[in-house]
Structure formats: C-alpha cells, structure tokens
C-alpha cells in the first residue's frame, strides 16, 4: 500500500493530466461553447434594443457590460463541467486515487479557464462590431478588456469549481448553484470594473498595455483568484467529501 502511494502522481503531474483530461472533454463536443456564444450574441440583442446608443460610446460601459455577460457564461459553463465529472462516478474514482488534491482542483480551474479566455478573445470583437459598429484593436480597445476579463475568468472558474462541489449534494443543485455563485462573485465584479474606471487605465496617446495598466491594478485584478484557488486547494476534498 505504501509503495502504491509512493508511486503516486505529485502535483505538477496531477495538475497537468486533469487539465489535459478536462481540456478534452471541454472540445470534445464543441455545442456547449458555440451556446455560449450564441447565448452572448442574445445578450448583445437585448442591450442594443434596451439602452440608447449613447450608452456604447463610452468604452467603460462596454466593458462592464462585458464582464456582465461573462458572469452569467460562468454559471452555464462551471455547471455544465461538475456534471460531466458526476456522470459514472467518476469523481468517486478520483477521490479513491492516489492523487494530489490540489494539483486535482487546479487542473480543472485552468481547464475551464482556458475555454473561458478563447470565448474572452471571441466575445470582445463581437461585441465592439454589434454595439458600437467598430473594432478597435490596440491596448485599450483589446488589451485592457482582455486582460481584465481574462483575470476575472480565473477567479471565477476558481470560485465555479468551489460552488459547484458545495451545491452538488443538493436535490436543487440547478437552482442553488447560480444563486451561490453570483453573490459571492460580486466581489470580483466590483474590484474588476473599478480597475476599468480607474486612472490606471485611461488612454494615453501611445501607452502600451502594461502602461495603461499599472501593478496596483494588476494585483486587485488578480487578488481574487489567488484567494479563490488557494482556498480551493486547500478543502477540495472536504468540499467533494460528499460524494
């Protein structure tokens, strides 16, 4: 037994070989991102008919309506990713293997994020061209949004994989889940848009990306998922204990 354990995968390894796993279950059937996008261009309709135009003109409110969308493509998404893993009891296999925990939990985070991070890179374009009628690829157009929503995705997709292993025990699990996972992402919402408010991001004729944004602002944009992926692999296997 104890030969059997000193065999067992480590971190790095364990956290590499669920990424790959879950990476391919995620482009596996690609239906669940094309959704997603169809369910942003929805998104993109219903803001175009309910605000007036002047709204779009400033690219602040463009971003935060970003960031709204991405929220609510975190839940369809996190959700989908846990009940694929609860199909043929593959989690309680997983919980039996000799495996880093963390490296389990975190493997799965960066999976789903980097799904997160094509439909970031997709949706930004889309939704410049379909609310303001214009694309505008430079550092504040693309580069500050990018960044700013990519680190957003992280600390959601830490907090969906938390969330979705708390409610996952419940008979209304559908329900429970989003109503978890938006209050307590509000957090990063709030610290995301003041990022993109603040002074550390306004144009300046010429600046580079790392210019607009400052270090200040790159730690508040990524404190949350620090904090959300720490935790996270700290009680992953309390959290999963239930199953």
């Given at each position: 037994?104890?030969?059997?354990?000193?065999?067992?995968?480590?971190?790095?390894?364990?956290?590499?070989?669920?990424?790959?796993?879950?990476?391919?279950?995620?482009?596996?059937?690609?239906?669940?991102?094309?959704?997603?996008?169809?369910?942003?261009?929805?998104?993109?309709?219903?803001?175009?008919?309910?605000?007036?135009?002047?709204?779009?003109?400033?690219?602040?409110?463009?971003?935060?309506?970003?960031?709204?969308?991405?929220?609510?493509?975190?839940?369809?998404?996190?959700?989908?990713?846990?009940?694929?893993?609860?199909?043929?009891?593959?989690?309680?296999?997983?919980?039996?293997?000799?495996?880093?925990?963390?490296?389990?939990?975190?493997?799965?985070?960066?999976?789903?994020?980097?799904?997160?991070?094509?439909?970031?890179?997709?949706?930004?374009?889309?939704?410049?061209?379909?609310?303001?009628?214009?694309?505008?690829?430079?550092?504040?157009?693309?580069?500050?949004?990018?960044?700013?929503?990519?680190?957003?995705?992280?600390?959601?997709a830490a907090l969906g994989v938390m969330l979705a292993y708390i409610s996952r025990?419940?008979?209304?699990?559908?329900?429970?889940?989003?109503?978890?996972?938006?209050?307590?992402?509000?957090?990063?919402?709030?610290?995301?848009?003041?990022?993109?408010?603040?002074?550390?991001?306004?144009?300046?004729?010429?600046a580079g990306l790392f210019e607009r944004l400052s270090l200040p602002a790159m730690?508040?944009?990524?404190?949350?998922?620090?904090?959300?992926?720490?935790?996270?692999?700290?009680?992953?296997?309390?959290?999963?204990?239930?199953?």
């Amino acid at each position: 037994m104890q030969n059997r354990l000193s065999n067992a995968p480590g971190f790095a390894a364990t956290l590499r070989r669920i990424f790959w796993k879950d990476t391919a279950l995620e482009w596996k059937n690609p239906a669940g991102f094309v959704a997603l996008l169809l369910f942003a261009l929805v998104l993109v309709a219903i803001y175009h008919y309910a605000m007036d135009d002047a709204v779009f003109r400033d690219p602040r409110n463009l971003n935060g309506i970003m960031l709204a969308t991405l929220f609510f493509a975190s839940t369809i998404q996190a959700g989908r990713n846990i009940h694929a893993e609860s199909e043929a009891g593959a989690l309680r296999v997983a919980l039996m293997a000799p495996a880093d925990a963390s490296g389990y939990y975190l493997g799965k985070v960066f999976a789903i994020w980097q799904a997160k991070l094509v439909f970031i890179a997709l949706f930004i374009p889309l939704y410049q061209l379909f609310l303001t009628g214009r694309f505008q690829l430079s550092a504040g157009g693309f580069g500050v949004p990018f960044v700013a929503l990519s680190a957003a995705a992280l600390s959601l997709a830490a907090l969906g994989v938390m969330l979705a292993y708390i409610s996952r025990g419940s008979r209304l699990k559908e329900i429970l889940f989003p109503l978890l996972l938006l209050p307590s992402a509000l957090p990063v919402f709030i610290l995301t848009i003041g990022v993109l408010k603040s002074g550390s991001v306004q144009a300046i004729a010429g600046a580079g990306l790392f210019e607009r944004l400052s270090l200040p602002a790159m730690i508040t944009l990524l404190a949350p998922a620090g904090l959300y992926c720490g935790l996270g692999s700290l009680l992953y296997y309390a959290l999963a204990a239930e199953e």
